[in-house]
């Protein structure tokens, strides 16, 4: 049978790379809305009510809206947008975050896809806040890296007007009240919200992020072979998935941690670092921010939700 997707926003740099991805399925049909219907809501509901499967890539109000126009029962959502990240009735679509949550999202009627910073974070804490290494209290602090395809059409026209003159690193989010936090919060197991500095590069896409630890501020302090166990162990009991965890080895340096390093990928790949003696630990993801942060997760997720490989369409 094939299934009928609508992608609401596929001009977005979001919705442009889901349809290329999908664009040689024999599995999908995509349905199209015309340019001059984009804004015309009869014509949105009627794609959306006839649909099997929609993908909001939309602004979060826009998102909200699609959502009120469908009136049946039958077409399932993934919401690209950060509008129902925390909201009751949906399913949250990062499926390597537990071992049950590829079930969820295939059985789910209302999917919200992650946000591309939360990601590295729910990888790299939760399962230490699971197996106690870790109080769900902590005052973490978090960061990274992105390229600027992450800010949307208007930062991609600032960055690639301004050329090589563009800021190669570019704090922002600095009143610390950024729109993730809630998310972050809580499918990383945390009672406290997170310190998160986020920064944009002058580069494209794919992103690194790091969560610091002191760990002499913990009661009970564990070794850095003890948080890599918890988080190996984790993505060990989660069957097929896309994330990775990297040999636990005492480098100063090491060329796979480059935020580049996995672009055009749905993959993830969480590194340890750590200094017992000192009792200390740096934690690192790595992955594509339009690849397993945005477009490759909402294809995995309808893949689940259609009932095929997780994999289809999506580049190892």
Not at 37 to 56: E, F, P, Q, Y
Not at 69 to 96: C, K, P, Q
Not at 160 to 171: F, I, M, R, S, T
Request: net charge negative; glycine share 8%; charged share 20%.
């Amino acid at each position: 049978m094939v299934a009928r997707v609508f992608i609401d926003g596929e001009a977005g740099t979001t919705g442009l790379q889901i349809r290329e991805r999908l664009a040689t399925r024999t599995d999908i049909e995509l349905l199209s809305i015309p340019d001059h219907l984009r804004k015309d809501l009869s014509a949105r509901a009627d794609l959306l009510n006839s649909t099997d499967a929609a993908i909001l890539c939309l602004p979060d109000d826009a998102a909200r809206e699609s959502v009120s126009l469908i009136e049946n029962d039958t077409t399932r959502i993934i919401d690209a947008s950060s509008a129902h990240r925390v909201a009751d009735g949906w399913v949250y679509g990062f499926a390597e975050m537990d071992k049950d949550q590829t079930a969820k999202i295939k059985s789910a009627k209302r999917v919200t896809n992650p946000g591309c910073w939360p990601q590295g974070l729910i990888a790299l804490v939760r399962a230490l806040v699971e197996a106690g290494l870790l109080p769900a209290d902590h005052a973490l602090t978090y960061n990274g890296i992105s390229g600027y395809s992450g800010g949307g059409k208007s930062m991609i026209a600032d960055y690639e007007a301004a050329g090589a003159a563009a800021n190669v690193y570019a704090p922002y989010g600095l009143t610390f009240n950024h729109k993730h936090l809630p998310e972050m919060q809580r499918y990383s197991a945390l009672t406290s919200t997170p310190l998160f500095t986020p920064s944009v590069g002058n580069y494209y896409k794919g992103m690194l992020t790091c969560v610091p630890l002191q760990l002499s501020t913990l009661d009970k302090v564990p070794t850095g072979a003890d948080l890599h166990a918890a988080i190996a162990d984790h993505f060990a009991g989660i069957s097929g998935g896309f994330v990775e965890v990297a040999p636990l080895a005492p480098l100063d340096r090491m060329p796979e941690l480059n935020p580049q390093a996995l672009n055009d990928t749905n993959n993830m790949r969480l590194h340890v670092f750590a200094n017992d003696a000192r009792a200390q630990a740096c934690l690192i993801a790595v992955y594509d921010n339009l690849g397993k942060g945005a477009s490759g997760a909402a294809v995995q997720n309808l893949n689940l939700m259609l009932g095929v490989d997780e994999a289809t369409s999506l580049a190892a």
